[in-house]
């Protein structure tokens, strides 16, 4: 007889649609990178575009390669705090570059080291004249989170530390006409410090061996389910002999 007992049913039939949800969820994280990863190689193959004539307002502007010319503005700089490089955190350098059409661009300059102490912030190498830069345009794939309230990003020279990108809030504290999202250097541009980032953040194999995971649990309680619901009548029989 099949008694797995009310405490039983009810931790299975609670946790057992979690798990299989859980599972099926990072499934479909690993086919959503796939698919970025894919979007990712084909833009970098193709030709890149003159920043002047990029539609901002157009869907799918995600690492579409662009190159600019223009000169960097030197007296406003922004380090995106904790970030991580070869294990070793620092921050990302985020320098303004004024274009020849009159477009201002926040260029993603790359990875650079902690100063020597958490309050003595890292100086920063200048890049004078006028320039000519290829990077790709960035997107966040979902909006940043914040701990408390937000930063102020006050204006005037000098290193400016940042918790996240706020595109709106730096256009607005440099008054100008900046483009609505950052651009990522590539090698051998003038500014690249060291560059960090990657197209995907997690690679598809790691969500399918958290959903093999996920789905292992949820074997495992199925399987402990049956086991205790045929054990339990023949415990109850025992001990009424």
Same mark, same amino acid.
């Given at each position: 007889?099949?008694?797995?007992?009310?405490?039983?049913? /009810?931790?299975?039939?609670?946790?057992?649609?979690?798990? $299989?949800?859980?599972?099926?969820?990072?499934?479909?994280?690993?086919?959503?990178?796939? #698919?970025?990863?894919? =979007?990712?190689?084909?833009?970098?193959? /193709?030709?890149? #575009?003159?920043?002047?004539?990029?539609?901002?307002?157009?869907?799918?502007?995600?690492?579409?390669?662009?190159?600019?010319?223009? =000169?960097?503005?030197?007296?406003?700089? $922004?380090?995106?705090?904790?970030? +991580?490089?070869?294990?070793? +955190?620092? @921050?990302?350098?985020?320098?303004? $570059?004024?274009?020849?059409?009159?477009?201002?661009?926040?260029?993603?300059?790359?990875?650079?080291?902690?100063?020597?102490?958490?309050?003595?912030?890292?100086? +920063?190498?200048?890049?004078?004249?006028?320039?000519?830069?290829?990077?790709?345009? @960035?997107?966040?794939?979902? =909006?940043?989170?914040? #701990?408390?309230?937000?930063?102020?990003?006050?204006?005037?020279?000098?290193?400016?530390?940042?918790?996240?990108?706020?595109?709106?809030?730096?256009?607005? *504290?440099?008054?100008?006409?900046?483009?609505? @999202?950052?651009?990522?250097?590539?090698?051998?541009?003038?500014?690249?410090?060291?560059?960090?980032?990657? /197209?995907?953040?997690? #690679?598809?194999? %790691?969500?399918? /061996? @958290?959903?093999?995971?996920?789905?292992?649990?949820?074997?495992?309680? &199925?399987?402990?389910? &049956?086991?205790?619901?045929? %054990?339990?009548?023949?415990?109850?029989? *025992?001990?009424?002999?």
């Amino acid at each position: 007889m099949f008694r797995p007992g009310w405490k039983m049913t /009810a931790f299975t039939v609670l946790f057992a649609p979690l798990l $299989f949800w859980l599972g099926n969820w990072q499934l479909a994280r690993e086919q959503e990178k796939i #698919l970025l990863q894919q =979007e990712y190689e084909a833009k970098q193959a /193709a030709d890149p #575009l003159p920043v002047a004539s990029v539609d901002w307002s157009q869907a799918g502007l995600g690492f579409t390669g662009v190159f600019a010319d223009g =000169e960097y503005d030197n007296e406003h700089v $922004f380090l995106l705090d904790n970030r +991580v490089h070869e294990g070793k +955190v620092g @921050y990302e350098l985020l320098s303004p $570059f004024v274009t020849d059409s009159g477009l201002e661009l926040l260029v993603n300059r790359g990875w650079i080291p902690l100063g020597r102490t958490r309050t003595e912030l890292p100086s +920063v190498r200048e890049i004078h004249g006028r320039v000519h830069i290829q990077g790709s345009i @960035y997107v966040p794939l979902e =909006e940043a989170f914040r #701990l408390g309230s937000e930063e102020e990003i006050v204006t005037g020279t000098g290193p400016r530390v940042l918790q996240d990108i706020d595109m709106g809030r730096i256009a607005e *504290s440099l008054d100008a006409n900046m483009a609505p @999202y950052t651009i990522r250097l590539l090698p051998g541009s003038p500014g690249l410090e060291q560059a960090n980032w990657q /197209a995907v953040n997690m #690679l598809p194999e %790691k969500h399918r /061996a @958290y959903a093999v995971q996920w789905f292992a649990m949820l074997t495992a309680l &199925i399987g402990m389910f &049956i086991y205790f619901g045929f %054990k339990n009548p023949r415990m109850d029989q *025992s001990r009424e002999q």
